[in-house]
């Protein structure tokens, strides 16, 4: 079984992808609103999604350092990161993350929660 992990902040969108994601067999879903709680850090072959907060903390070095952290721990574990589309630092920090191997890929925080949703199973097929 394959787990998806929410570091998000907004909640809504959190339950809306969770509830998407309900219906999938072979998905463990856990939701993690407090960023600090490194103990839920994913274990195994999965995805995370790290929300970058549109306004306050935690901001997108912190988000990166919270992906390199997961990377350390668990090189199998695919990393999303989800930025504000109109906070610059956020985009560029993604794009350059991406360029790098920080994460694998990312989504902005407008986006659908079915595009969401599509993204992270689409991280998951390969070893479904």
């Known amino acids: 079984m394959q787990t998806i992990?929410?570091?998000?902040?907004?909640?809504?969108?959190?339950q809306a992808?969770?509830?998407?994601?309900?219906?999938?067999?072979?998905?463990?879903?856990?939701?993690?609103?407090?960023?600090?709680?490194?103990?839920?850090l994913p274990d195994g072959k999965g995805v995370a999604l790290i929300e970058v907060a549109e306004t306050g903390r935690p901001v997108v070095s912190?988000?990166?350092?919270?992906?390199?952290?997961?990377?350390?721990?668990?090189?199998?574990?695919?990393?999303?990161l989800m930025c504000p589309e109109l906070h610059e630092q956020s985009v560029a920090g993604a794009l350059e993350a991406k360029r790098q191997g920080r994460?694998?890929?990312?989504?902005?925080?407008?986006?659908?929660?079915?595009?969401?949703?599509a993204k992270l199973l689409s991280l998951l097929l390969p070893s479904l």
Do not use: E, G
């Open 5 to 14: 992990t929410l570091f998000m902040l907004c909640t809504p969108v959190a």
């Open 17 to 40: 992808v969770m509830q998407q994601l309900r219906s999938k067999q072979d998905v463990r879903l856990v939701y993690v609103p407090v960023y600090d709680r490194l103990s839920s």
């Open 62 to 80: 912190f988000c990166l350092s919270l992906c390199d952290r997961i990377r350390r721990a668990n090189p199998d574990c695919r990393l999303v």
């Open 103 to 117: 994460i694998d890929d990312f989504v902005f925080c407008d986006s659908s929660v079915d595009y969401v949703t």
